[in-house]
């Protein structure tokens, strides 16, 4: 098996679900490291004792699996493999690809002492049709790109470099894990990302909606990138994509929004974009318009937009997003009277109220970010998080941190 680089939080996720009687399900987008986290895993097994006959390893996109196309083949072909003695792991990657694989999935379950994991790369793998059959008994293991202590991790660089050389090209390219082998080559990087951009958009989104256009599709996208960290509706980027002569303004109203949203709603489903919703905290209800979007990527954003410092603000705010992501946190905009907090960060005993912005020396941005959460009625803690190297890293009680520091856990 080939050499991998540790992803030590998601294998430790598989670990602590071993041989526990739930359907492990690792999903994300494309190529961000579903499969090499299962051969890590496999590594694992063999590593404690397990037999190698006991370990049944499919990527249903080799053309080793090409004959298997259904739940019937796929079960025909896993219990000829199954040795009569022993528990066996079931390790299925990019299984999206099987026509009603959640049938063998489940017969798996009922007919043989076994553990299972699967992988993929689409949202329609956690369909109505998986929960009916497998009734919630699975766990989902949401799996992103590199965060940028593990983007340090992987790669080797001129040790000249500070972290925040470093960190200035992870807003570039972002943390893609096969960028590793450019040795951060421009070119090839910019042609990789394309690359898996164009599959993502094509294979795990396009090909399962029929009727959708790639050009619309690759618009939204775009628009999404441009707008991140911007409240908008489906309905603006209608409007927008009228304007440009992409949707028919003749089509009857309303149609043209809800078109928006099935694309974007595709985009979700392929793991390209996250959405979220916006939190009023003092009505203490979640509001159904004007929510934000995130890529799952920051190097998506950059192939489709081009790489600017005049965007950065927006670029540091969609990586604090991605890293409360991993770290577990539900994320949700905030809304207190007239203003906004950029993020509430929640986990089943805690709350955090985050505002991210590229500096606070300017007294102005200072005031407005402090102002902001000060109007919190509550005593959650409250942080703003910034480039800046600051002496000063707490205003009435509201922490100031550096965002490198944060990132790395410092």
Known sequence: MRDLLPRDEYLKELINHKDVDVIKIVTGIRRCGKSSLLDLYHQYLLKQGVPSENIIHMNLESLKFIDITDFKKLYSYVTSQIPSHGRSYLIF?????????????????????????????????????????????????????????????????????????????????????????????????????????????????????????????????????????????????????????????TKPKGIASKTVERYIQMLRNAYIIYSIERYDIKGKQLLKTLGKNYVTDIGFRNILLGYKDADRGHIIENIVFLELIRRGYKVYIGKVYDTEIDFIAEKTTERLYIQVTESLVNEDTKARELRSLKMIPDNHEKMILSMDHDFNNSYDGIKSLNLIDWLLGK
Do not use: H
């Open 93 to 249: 990657v990019e299984i999206q690809v099987v026509d009603k694989w959640e049938k063998a999935i489940e017969s798996f379950r009922i007919d043989f002492d076994v553990d299972i994991y699967i992988t993929g790369s689409n949202a329609y793998l956690l369909s109505s049709d998986l929960a009916t059959y497998l009734s919630g008994r699975y766990v989902q293991i949401q799996m992103l790109p590199l965060s940028f202590k593990e983007f340090i991790n992987f790669n080797t660089f001129d040790e000249r470099l500070s972290y925040d050389d470093i960190f200035k090209l992870y807003t570039k390219i972002g943390g893609m894990p096969v960028l590793r082998q450019y040795r951060f080559d421009e070119l090839s990087i910019t042609k990789n990302l394309s690359d898996i951009f164009n599959t993502v958009i094509v294979r795990d989104a396009i090909n399962r909606n029929e009727g959708c256009e790639i050009q619309i599709i690759t618009k939204i996208m775009r628009y999404l990138c441009s707008t991140i960290g911007s409240t908008t509706s489906p309905n603006n980027i209608a409007n927008v994509l009228k304007g440009e002569g992409e949707i028919s303004g």
